[in-house]
Nanobody
Framework: QVQLVESGGGLVQAGGSLRLSCAFS????????MGWFRQAPGEERDFVAA????????AYADSVKGRFTISRDNTKNTVNLQMNSLKPADTAVYYC??????????????????WGQGTQVTVSS
């Protein structure tokens, strides 16, 4: 069974940066594409970024393009989300997710098989 554990969330001022990490265990990490989603209070869970098994392709939501960068380290079984130029609108719980279709870039929740518990990111104005 795959387990995902997010870390790195916290409180930051607008314009600041945070780096989220997600530790993967239980299966072969390089057989999974990975994604990040976020959910603000009272909102749907939205796609943020995705990366294929090799890291060769990535995808981003328009709202974070140019500010966020997804990356992975298949030797450490981790996927990261570097978030720069943060805005109050980025405040949400951020979730890491794993997709067993390793070569695709899943943009919707239904494409992912496993989820972490989430980490809170709060951006103050």
């Amino acid at each position: 069974q795959v387990q995902l554990v997010e870390s790195g969330g916290g409180l930051v001022q607008a314009g600041g940066s945070l780096r989220l990490s997600c530790a993967f265990s239980g299966r072969t990490f390089s057989r999974y594409a990975m994604g990040w989603f976020r959910q603000a209070p009272g909102e749907e869970r939205d796609f943020v970024a995705a990366i294929t098994w090799s890291g060769g392709r990535t995808a981003y939501a328009d709202s974070v393009k140019g500010r966020f960068t997804i990356s992975r380290d298949n030797t450490k079984n981790t996927v990261n989300l570097q978030m720069n130029s943060l805005k109050p609108a980025d405040t949400a719980v951020y979730y890491c997710a794993a997709d067993s279709t390793a070569m695709t870039l899943g943009l919707t929740q239904s494409e992912y098989d496993y989820w972490g518990q989430g980490t809170q990111v709060t951006v103050s104005s």
